[in-house]
């Protein structure tokens, strides 16, 4: 089944070490995007990919960056987590902006602590 | 700002009734709303898209309707069953053809 895969499910990572959150999708999306949701909160858009081109949203910490070598993968990369960054981060595609007629795909997240 | 606006409290619905969630939208008028599903610990799921010229949109137990003058959508689950307890989320796409979430409605379906 086409669908969008986040690893790991659950990640622990030290205060100030740097960590990778990887996503991949089968479904040969143009869109990919990542949010954070935190524990009874909205998820949070933090960043999407359209194709190569990368837009961050205005209020996103530089801690955040994103990488998408190809169609198929995206990461998050969190370059110094702080407590603050304790979060679930989900991965969404869509086949193309401003189409959400099927609404956004998303993985089933990866749930991260930072200690 | 754009604001979407669910009920953060929980939603206690017996089994077999209906299940009614509200989400109000200000300072927008969307062209669509979304409606997802989201269990603990688990990626949201779509469900519905019902757009600003339809009034109501049904897929089997699911209805939602748009009240474009209230600026409300009204999420409703027939014939409710315990398998129906999650969170229900709704979204709309902004001027930037972003979506934005609400915080979402936490449903439990009492047996």
């Known amino acids: 089944d086409a669908m969008v895969i986040q690893n790991p499910r659950y990640q622990v990572t030290q205060f100030g070490k740097p960590v990778t959150l990887s996503c991949s999708q089968t479904?040969?999306?143009?869109?990919m995007y990542w949010y954070q949701q935190k524990s009874s909160q909205a998820p949070k858009l933090l960043f999407h990919?359209?194709?190569?081109?990368?837009?961050n949203e205005a209020d996103t910490p530089d801690n955040f960056q994103s990488r998408r070598p190809n169609t198929s993968f995206c990461f998050l990369d969190i370059r110094s987590p702080g407590l603050g960054d304790a979060a679930m981060y989900l991965c969404?595609?869509?086949?193309?902006?401003?189409?959400?007629?099927?609404?956004?795909?998303f993985g089933s997240g990866t749930r991260l602590t930072v200690v | 700002s754009q604001k979407i606006e669910q009920n953060s409290e929980a939603l206690n619905i017996q089994e077999g009734k209906t299940a009614t969630l509200t989400c109000n939208y200000t300072?927008?008028?969307?062209?669509?709303l979304q409606w997802y599903r989201q269990d603990p610990g688990r990626g949201p799921v779509f469900l519905l898209l019902?757009?600003?010229?339809?009034k109501e949109k049904r897929k089997e137990r699911l209805k939602v309707t748009f009240d474009t003058t209230l600026k409300q959508s009204l999420f409703h689950i027939t014939a409710s069953q315990p398998a129906d307890s999650a969170t229900y989320l709704c979204?709309?796409?902004?001027?930037?053809?972003?979506?934005?979430f609400g915080k979402g409605t936490r449903l439990h379906i009492l047996p």
């Open positions: 969404a595609t869509s086949r193309d902006i401003g189409t959400g007629n099927n609404g956004y795909t």
């Open positions: 479904l040969n999306h143009n869109v």
């Open positions: 990919y359209y194709d190569k081109d990368f837009n």
């Open positions: 300072n927008y008028s969307p062209a669509y």
């Open positions: 019902i757009r600003e010229n339809e």
């Open positions: 979204a709309f796409m902004n001027r930037d053809d972003k979506i934005i």
